[in-house]
């Protein structure tokens, strides 16, 4: 009895087939993954201030009022403490703890955490913390910086059509990274003040001032570390974006 062997022609479709199978099915593991990653903090984040969000009635003062009794505690001045739509924050600038209407106004746990987080800010301001210098310097040169990187990558193809040159090429990296690359060491260097202003000042404001009720430090303990990487997501976007724009280079679009 003659087995007869299917064409090399065919063996070849079928392990290319497969390859192409492996090669998408990588493709998508790590598309998952790097999903995972970009996705998952930001969702543990507001399902954790959320969930500490009630009842909005545990503490007898609101975030706003908790927010003032801190700074004075600090012997802090001429800080204002706003109601915000933008997110939860410390303006040195305008030298205003800002924080959304659900914080600002509840007397939840994640109000007054929050709020402890952000004059946790304010402290690092007054005591001339450094980091928090360099993101304030940062934060004031990177909206320009990022416009001019803008106006570059979208005249790059323009130079690139007229002069036929491979020159474009470098002002389209020169682009993105000043679009890119300045937001990721910004993201980076929050990563530190945010973690210091969690556990190297709002934890021990709450803990030696026995403010919070029995049972919710390993709560508040949460809601600090959701605070401290609210960056983290945005960090690594600016970071992998960066890695994007590489690839496409060395590919050499232009």
């Known amino acids: 009895l003659m087995i007869r062997r299917p064409p090399r022609s065919t063996l070849d479709r079928s392990s290319a087939a497969s390859d192409v199978y492996k090669r998408q099915m990588s493709y998508l593991i790590i598309f998952g993954v790097i999903l995972i990653v970009l996705v998952g903090p930001s969702l543990w984040v ?149 973690l210091n202003a969690s556990f190297g000042r709002a934890l021990p404001m709450l803990e030696e001032g026995n403010i919070l009720k029995e049972g919710d430090e390993v709560h508040a303990r949460r809601l600090l570390t959701a605070a401290a990487c609210t960056y983290v997501a945005a960090s690594l976007m600016s970071l992998i974006n960066i890695a994007r724009w590489w690839t496409i280079l060395r590919k050499g679009p232009l």
């Open 46 to 194: 507001k399902g954790t201030m959320r969930k500490y969000s009630q009842p909005d009635d545990r503490y007898p003062f609101t975030g706003a009022v908790f927010a003032g009794k801190l700074l004075k505690a600090l012997n802090i001045k001429d800080i204002k403490i706003e109601s915000t739509e933008i997110g939860d924050h410390y303006d040195p600038i305008a030298r205003a703890v800002r924080l959304t209407a659900d914080k600002h106004d509840s007397k939840s746990l994640t109000a007054i955490t929050i709020a402890a987080h952000e004059v946790g800010h304010a402290h690092q301001h007054a005591t001339g913390y450094r980091p928090l210098k360099l993101r304030t310097l940062l934060v004031k040169t990177m909206a320009p910086a990022e416009r001019f990187g803008a106006l570059i990558l979208m005249t790059a193809p323009f130079i690139a059509l007229i002069t036929r040159v491979p020159g474009p090429g470098l002002l389209m990296f020169l682009g993105g990274l000043l679009t890119l690359g300045l937001g990721a060491v910004v993201h980076l260097i929050t990563l530190p003040t945010e």
